[in-house]
């Protein structure tokens, strides 16, 4: 093949001697030469000397990037290392893609001429032992004089900050082959390789059915009980009422597996990890999701009805409203969106009383996947119809929990609401506040989900385990469904009361509930935010609300719920339709942007997790995401852990501030009594 005289795609391959780069770049170069024109360039060829690598990075930029970042011939002086000097001139092509391999390759003043970089990492053990396995002798004398030029170079660069990449050296024969795919996620390599983006989407699903009722929460401790990324989307209340839409299925999955993968967000940055290599994509989130998901990739078969056909599973935070219109003077210390990518995963239809084992493939021989239908297919028919006991030992003794906000505190804020709402800046503000609890003990996030579930069965129940923290949730409300053919519904609730023990007073709570105008008040002006939010992807004429203040009863409350339906426009981006809906509506209040200032400056720490979105984004187009409320948020420590519930109510004009106090602890009674905890002004 001729090669390119146009500028190249340059990648970098840095990292410590004897990480794996070599290896790497070697077994990644012979995988691009599938679709391009392939040069390499190694380091180790241009140091002048074991005292070279300051000297070396200098040559290596000026004899060989600038020019071939030009798209010119790169002319440089190999080193020879026998006889201590200056060797043979040697000449580096360009092409569609040059591999620069070697410590240095990715320096300071380098990284304005690449566009991309990978970082190869390794212990220290396993470097040095690889290194000399590889050179021989030759490198054994020299090996802590150039580790300690490594060091001062690392010290003051920090290129493994920059890269685009990062790579656990020495892991086996998959990494080249995900380094590949992590490549073709980068914008900055996405016209080049459009040939192996267009190869990710080449997958098939295979779908078993086995009819059997094995216990939920059985199975997931079964199936995960060592997986540190876990998501268990739970219908808890199918078996308290007949299998609705929303009560019919519940998915289990993780993130293990060939296709397996794991993505967070934070500042800016998503980091997505499969096996030994992590990509950081700088990019807006909802710009990285509509690449990741934005389009369907498989149909989903005949004779299974979930919207569920594998793809990302896990939670949107609320922070992520800075690229929706809202501010971003807070940030959260957990990332703003966990998503595992399930390429394979366990769904149970509460309806139909089956289960169906659902696994992605790309004709590839894949005995892993055999092996793990197989498990799945034994624990599904073994497994008994109640957890053990002593699982659901949360907690010692209950959690005592401080509120963020005082009752006076939250008044007053209850009335600069009102103020805003009186200027005319805004006319229904969701204002929130946060119960904490710091427990010096451990906590098992699945004991405690398995509290709370059986506390407050609910619809969207949602257990999310990971690397460090893990969200338990009992929410009843939807924030946005979409359907693989593009149906579009919200389903909203503003309005609550807390149920009784006694009847007749319960069915009183109702009555005041369904004739409370201010309740009412509070809904209609949330439907009227969503069906604004859904026209501008909609095609004209298709929304419509089919529901409005209708009463729905849950374990500890009564609620008003209304639904909201569109259909969507052909070729719309899905990812953009959610952040157009971006923080739900009934979180925020209306009208949307000007409402988040003003809960931004009257709460002043963000919320987190809390008041956004968890769900799954399924490989057919589909979504079904809940609003995180009546959730529990649970960050590991070292000696404990830190649990959050975040809690608040509608604010209009005709609010009465020690109403919505009371609302306050009301919604915060599901999860508290799951714990056996009470309101901290209880205590």
């Not at 309806?351 to 004709?363: I, K, P, W, Y």
């Not at 501008?536 to 008003?560: F, W």
């Not at 501030?657 to 306050?664: A, I, K, M, N, T």
Request: with cysteine; hydrophobic share 40%; charged share 25%.
């Amino acid at each position: 093949m001729i090669p390119s005289r146009n500028a190249p795609l340059i990648v970098a391959i840095d990292g410590r001697s004897g990480a794996g780069k070599t290896t790497l770049a070697g077994e990644l170069a012979a995988l691009l030469r599938e679709h391009h024109t392939v040069s390499m360039f190694h380091l180790e060829d241009i140091y002048p000397g074991w005292d070279g690598l300051r000297d070396g990075i200098d040559r290596y930029v000026r004899q060989v990037l600038t020019p071939l970042a030009s798209g010119e011939d790169a002319s440089w002086q190999a080193w020879d290392w026998d006889n201590g000097r200056d060797g043979e001139l040697r000449h580096t092509p360009p092409a569609d893609i040059v591999l620069v391999e070697g410590v240095g390759a990715a320096a300071r003043e380098a990284r304005g001429l690449l566009d991309a970089v990978l970082w190869v990492e390794a212990p220290g053990a396993l470097r040095r032992s690889s290194a000399l396995a590889r050179d021989g002798g030759t490198y054994e004398p020299f090996w802590e004089r150039w580790a300690e030029q490594e060091t001062s170079w690392l010290d003051a660069d920090r290129p493994d900050s920059s890269a685009d990449v990062v790579i656990q050296g020495h892991q086996g024969q998959a990494t080249p082959h995900r380094v590949r795919l992590a490549l073709t996620s980068l914008p900055q390599c996405e016209r080049l390789m459009s040939v192996e983006r267009a190869a990710r989407r080449g997958l098939n699903l295979r779908v078993e059915r086995i009819d059997a009722v094995p216990d939920p929460a059985a199975l997931f401790a079964a199936l995960y009980p060592n997986s540190k990324s876990a998501v268990w989307l739970d219908s808890s209340d199918a078996g308290a009422t007949p299998a609705s839409e929303r009560s019919r299925f519940s998915i289990l999955a993780d993130d293990a597996g060939r296709f397996g993968q794991r993505a967070q967000h934070s500042d800016g940055v998503t980091e997505v990890s499969a096996g030994a290599v992590t990509t950081r994509i700088r990019e807006p989130f909802f710009r990285w999701l509509d690449d990741a998901w934005g389009r369907r990739v498989v149909r989903r078969p005949d004779g299974y009805e979930c919207g569920f056909a594998l793809g990302w599973l896990g939670y949107l935070g609320y922070e992520l409203k800075r690229e929706t219109g809202g501010g971003s003077l807070s940030s959260s210390p957990l990332p703003d969106a966990a998503l595992i990518f399930a390429g394979r995963a366990v769904v149970l239809d509460h309806r139909e009383n089956a289960v169906f084992l659902l696994s992605l493939n790309d004709g590839a021989p894949d005995p892993g996947c055999v092996d793990w239908h197989a498990a799945v297919r034994k624990a599904v028919l073994v497994t008994g119809q109640q957890v053990p006991e002593s699982t659901e030992r949360a907690f010692a003794e209950p959690p005592v929990f401080e509120v963020r906000d005082s009752r006076a505190g939250y008044l007053d804020k209850i009335r600069q609401a009102q103020e805003q709402i009186t200027d005319g800046n805004t006319y229904e503000v969701c204002l929130t506040t946060s119960l904490v609890s710091v427990v010096e003990r451990p906590v098992d996030p699945f004991a405690t989900y398995l509290r709370l579930r059986r506390a407050s069965p609910a619809p969207f129940g949602h257990l999310i385990r990971w690397p460090g923290f893990a969200v338990a949730s009992t929410s009843p409300e939807r924030f946005l469904r979409i359907d693989s053919d593009g149906g579009l519904r919200a389903e909203p609730i503003k309005g609550t009361r807390g149920r009784s023990p006694d009847p007749a007073t319960d069915a009183g709570l109702r009555r005041d509930l369904a004739a409370s105008l201010k309740d009412r008040a509070e809904n209609i002006m949330i439907v009227d935010l969503l069906r604004n939010d859904l026209s501008h992807h909609a095609v004209p004429g298709s929304v419509t609300v089919s529901r409005l203040c209708d009463i729905e009863t849950y374990a500890t409350v009564h609620q008003l719920v209304s639904t909201i339906e569109a259909k969507l426009k052909p070729g719309t981006s899905r990812a953009e339709v959610i952040a157009s809906a971006f923080p739900a509506g009934s979180m925020t209040g209306a009208p949307k942007i000007s409402t988040m200032a003003i809960l931004e400056h009257l709460e002043g720490r963000a919320r987190g997790i809390y008041s956004g979105a968890a769900g799954y984004l399924s490989l057919t187009g589909a979504a079904d995401l809940a609003v995180v409320i009546r959730t529990l948020v649970i960050e590991h420590t070292d000696d404990g852990a830190r649990l959050s519930l975040g809690v608040g109510g509608a604010i209009t004009a005709d609010s009465v501030p020690s109403e919505e106090w009371e609302e306050v602890r009301t919604k915060a009674l599901g999860v508290l009594s799951g714990l056996g905890a009470v309101f901290p002004d209880d205590a």
